[in-house]
Nanobody, 122 residues
């Protein structure tokens, strides 16, 4: 079992930055691929970024490439999402998730946090 708790969301103006954090329980954190997903009002949840267990491999959806950076600290059982140059269309609830296999598909992820709201004003 892995429990995930996100933090760091908030209200920011367009062009600003936020750093999301996700703290995980358990002793095998480094064996999990970690992903960030988001869900905007009235839309389905979508993939944002994922990082391998070692942190050596990352992948992003096109809309955030060059603006968002996913990273992890296995000693702290944490994964992060640094979000720069934020746009109003980045407004969503952001979720972190854990999976044993590398995937960008929502249904592959076994464990989910409760989400943190990010609101970007224009």
């Amino acid at each position: 079992q892995v429990q995930l708790v996100e933090s760091g969301g908030g209200l920011v103006q367009a062009g600003g930055s936020l750093r999301l954090s996700c703290a995980a329980s358990g002793r095998t954190f480094s064996s999990y691929v970690m992903g960030w997903f988001r869900q905007a009002p009235g839309k389905e949840r979508e993939f944002v970024a994922r990082i391998s267990g070692s942190g050596g491999s990352t992948y992003y959806t096109n809309s955030v490439k060059g603006r968002f950076t996913i990273s992890r600290d296995n000693a702290k059982n944490s994964v992060y999402l640094q979000m720069n140059s934020l746009k109003p269309e980045d407004t969503a609830v952001y979720y972190c998730a854990a999976d044993r296999m590398i995937s960008i598909r929502e249904y592959d992820y076994d464990y989910w946090g409760q989400g943190t709201q990010v609101t970007v004003s224009s």
